[in-house]
């Protein structure tokens, strides 16, 4: 993988809440390399989701709404 690509991703892995910091960034550290581009690609559209959402996601509060979306949150719920 292309490492000025990597290091986007993980700027984009901070939020402004510690919860989505810590498992965004431990996602990307130990899953994002094993995933497919198309996952990838999924993982990255997810990064565009404010907090608040994103963090309802994580906790499975809420599900989005894209089902490629909902493959990622899966993969981080668990």
Known sequence: ???????????????GLLELDVVLKDFLDRRYPGLTPAE??????????????????????????EKELMQIVTKIRN
């Open 1 to 15: 993988m292309d490492e000025r690509r990597l290091e986007r991703i993980r700027w984009h892995c901070r939020r």
């Open 40 to 65: 990838q690609e999924a993982f990255e559209q997810l990064l565009t989701v404010p907090d608040e959402t994103l963090l309802a996601y994580v906790q499975g509060k809420q599900n989005p709404p």
